[in-house]
């Protein structure tokens, strides 16, 4: 993700698009990179629950900034790994 979480119709990662991607995964490790200021705490709870409910392995990679709903999917990686001089907020 590197752009404000959000509904379809307002541009950005909208959980309607991501969501179903991330539910298709059932195999391997899910390498998340996040770099987004947020958005929509509902788009953020719907792909941290998909994430979530993949049941493989998955790391998180911050690479400048997570803050406000873009903090959701990283929460629930078994990993998180963050660059030097990233924020998460």
């Known amino acids: 993700m590197s752009d404000d979480l959000s509904a ?3 541009g950005g990662v909208s959980a309607q698009t991501l969501v179903p991607q991330i539910r298709s995964i059932k ?3 899910i ?3 996040i770099n987004s200021g947020g958005g929509d705490v509902f788009a953020g709870q719907a792909i941290a629950q998909a994430v979530r409910d993949t ?3 998955v790391i998180v990679q911050i690479d400048a900034l997570a803050a406000s ?3 959701l999917p990283a929460m629930v990686a ?3 790994e963050i660059s030097s001089g990233a924020f998460m907020m």
Request: without cysteine; charged residues 20%.
């Open 55 to 57: 049941g493989v392995p």
């Open 78 to 80: 078994d990993k998180i």
């Open 27 to 29: 195999t391997g490790t």
């Open 8 to 10: 379809e119709y307002l």
């Open 69 to 71: 709903a873009a903090t």
């Open 31 to 33: 390498r998340l990179y």
